[in-house]
């Protein structure tokens, strides 16, 4: 009994001592966070603000091979990328706002995060313009046993703050403090590099995506598009969406994860893991009571990779006479492993009509364009 009693009161003191340690990390983030503040408010520009979330994987996080969920991933990067936005923009006067996703450039799966692990999430603002923001995330995996760490997704986001008095306006970024000239122009090229990306995909949003397979209907020849075809249905609710009563974006991108995982593992046959995201567009919001429908179809395959369109469309339920809109759009990029988790060759795509093709060709340049990047930076870095 004493014996119990002694562990009790020495596990008592660690946590103790853990609490107080959390404590001063706490008070000495706050008075850093209230430095830059004054330091924003004497010369109209605030340092690049950072972010950071750390959360352990557990169960409920994982696919069904046991990694976690490369949805829940895009999910916290969200939310880091959303606090840090909206932070910002309410260090000046005037309307309260929050921070909307309207695109995500480039997301990087480089290792996969298992259960047990704490994944540390770090959101940086690295440029202003007069109505939006670009938040670099790195999300960092640490094994807690070990201690051992690793790099496992880079994301970046940009964002537009919007009042909470009236979402449709949008309000004025506070500057932010720049560590060169040089670092403002690559961040001013990458704004209208976006912008005009953003512009094109705009002309072809309306697409209209081929229903998903009738059950009742023959089936559809192996490896072709109609074959792995997959759509998800959901109806949005309360704990989906922001303050304004709006879908929150990490919430649909999670969906859409798990949309182009289907697609993809229908065309394997095999386990899937998520590689990369390309150009999430969101393109127009989705309001609390609406039901979107996520549908992912194959566009480009490779010999390792598979490139993924995935389309959301949102309906109102009590405004059906407004009609289906599409909301966002993107490219999703899987990769087929075997069961030690080592890549496996991807059943080539068979490809049907004009229309096919002009996605498989326009897939393969995309393809080829970041494969000629990934080489560049390489390089760069060696």
């Not at 690049?48 to 169960?59: A, D, E, H, V, Y």
């Not at 999910?75 to 909307?100: F, K, P, Y």
């Not at 490139?307 to 959301?312: N, P, R």
Request: proline residues 4%; glycine residues 6%; contains cysteine.
């Amino acid at each position: 009994m004493d014996c119990s009693r002694a562990q009790q009161s020495q596990a008592s003191d660690e946590v103790d001592k853990t609490t107080a340690v959390v404590e001063k990390q706490q008070h000495s983030q706050s008075k850093q966070v209230s430095k830059d503040v004054r330091e924003g408010e004497k010369t109209g520009a605030w340092k690049c603000p950072k972010n950071q979330l750390s959360r352990i994987m557990r169960p409920d996080d994982a696919n069904i091979v046991g990694n976690v969920h490369g949805g829940n991933i895009l999910r916290m990067i969200e939310e880091a990328g959303c606090i840090v936005s909206t932070r910002h923009c309410n260090t000046q006067n005037g309307d309260r706002c929050l921070a909307a996703l309207v695109r995500v450039e480039k997301t990087e799966f480089l290792s996969p995060v298992f259960i047990g692990e704490v994944a540390h999430v770090t959101a940086e603002i690295t440029y202003t313009s007069k109505h939006s923001l670009e938040v670099q995330v790195k999300v960092m995996a640490e094994n807690i046993l070990t201690g051992a760490k690793k790099l496992a997704n880079k994301a970046a986001l940009w964002y537009v703050p919007c009042s909470l008095r009236n979402v449709d306006k949008i309000m004025e970024v506070p500057p932010i403090k720049y560590a060169s000239a040089e670092q403002e122009e690559e961040g001013r090229k990458r704004y209208e590099a976006q912008k005009m990306e953003r512009l094109e995909t705009k002309a072809r949003i309306e697409e209209v995506m081929p229903s998903p397979p009738n059950p009742e209907d023959p089936p559809k020849e192996k490896h072709t598009v109609g074959f792995s075809q997959s759509s998800l249905i959901h109806l949005v609710g309360p704990s989906d969406c922001t303050l304004h009563d709006y879908v929150h974006g990490g919430v649909t991108m999670k969906l859409m994860d798990e949309v182009a995982g289907i697609v993809a593992a229908r065309h394997c046959n095999t386990n899937v893991v998520t590689a990369s995201v390309d150009a999430i567009n969101f393109h127009r919001k989705i309001k609390k009571g609406c039901v979107v429908t996520v549908t992912g179809r194959l566009t480009f395959v490779s010999n390792k990779s598979m490139e993924i369109e995935v389309l959301v469309d949102a309906s109102s339920l009590v405004e059906a006479e407004k009609g289906k809109y599409r909301a966002v759009s993107a490219f999703f990029t899987f990769i087929s492993l075997d069961k030690d988790n080592k890549p496996l060759p991807v059943p080539a795509l068979k490809v049907e009509g004009e229309d096919e093709q002009r996605r498989f060709d326009e897939g393969k340049a995309r393809y080829l364009q970041n494969k000629e990047k990934r080489l560049s930076d390489k390089t760069r870095r060696q």
